[in-house]
T-cell receptor
Framework: DTGVSQDPRHKITKRGQNVTFRCDPISEHNRLYWYRQTLGQGPEFLTYFQNEAQLEKSRLLSDRFSAERPKGSFSTLEIQRTEQGDSAMYLC??????????????FGSGTRLTVV | DQQVKQNSPSLSVQEGRISILNCDYTNSMFDYFLWYKKYPAEGPTFLISISSIKDKNEDGRFTVFLNKSAKHLSLHIVPSQPGDSAVYFCAASGDSGNTGKLIFGQGTTLQVKP
């Protein structure tokens, strides 16, 4: 297993455009998390899935953001009508059940979004 | 409201000496505390964790201490090595049922000088 994969690694987009990121978790992990990290801050929770069900969304996740995890495998995070404030590193992580909160998730390398 | 705080943005130590990274929290409902290390252009990597019912956990060169009464934890790295130079985040979990959600601090950049 190659760990958690995120694609693309970098994305530059013009304000107002839509972007979509993909995350492939570790295959046996049933939980998948999305976090956002801005400069000088720690990762902030956005949303998480258990299998294909999205169980919680942060207030940070405005209606321009949508996440899916069809069939409980890979996940996508879409941002519509991007704004400059969306510029950040978007991190995906996976774990088996709640174990990640005790023994640590496995994070991907992230997608760095720059909105110009 | 920042529930997990790392008040030192940076720390510089000499190779071979001890590095002490500090973290404070406000929510007494947290069950577990974790430390992650992050290199540039990589995702955070889990280092070590501690349950709220313990006061110390050790793994090789890394030891985490928890002082519940002070709502404070620290990560000790002994001896420090240049490869330890990275951003260190503390995180906490358990205040929101079984979501597994982590609340992270702002991070401390550690530089270990050869």
């Amino acid at each position: 297993d190659t760990g958690v994969s995120q694609d693309p690694r970098h994305k530059i987009t013009k304000r107002g455009q839509n972007v979509t990121f993909r995350c492939d978790p570790i295959s046996e992990h049933n939980r998948l998390y999305w976090y956002r990290q801005t400069l000088g801050q720690g990762p902030e929770f956005l949303t998480y899935f258990q299998n294909e069900a999205q169980l919680e969304k942060s207030r940070l996740l405005s209606d321009r953001f949508s996440a899916e995890r069809p069939k409980g495998s890979f996940s996508t995070l879409e941002i519509q009508r991007t704004e400059q404030g969306d510029s950040a590193m978007y991190l995906c992580a996976s774990s088996f059940g709640e174990a990640g909160a005790i023994y640590g998730y496995t994070f991907g390398s992230g997608t760095r979004l720059t909105v110009v | 409201d920042q529930q997990v705080k790392q008040n030192s943005p940076s720390l510089s130590v000499q190779e071979g000496r001890i590095s002490i990274l500090n973290c404070d929290y406000t929510n007494s409902m947290f069950d577990y505390f974790l430390w992650y290390k992050k290199y540039p252009a990589e995702g955070p990597t889990f280092l070590i964790s501690i349950s709220s019912i313990k006061d110390k956990n050790e793994d090789g060169r890394f030891t985490v201490f928890l002082n519940k009464s002070a709502k404070h934890l620290s990560l000790h790295i002994v001896p420090s090595q240049p490869g330890d130079s990275a951003v260190y985040f503390c995180a906490a979990s358990g205040d929101s049922g079984n979501t597994g959600k982590l609340i992270f601090g702002q991070g401390t950049t550690l530089q270990v000088k050869p």
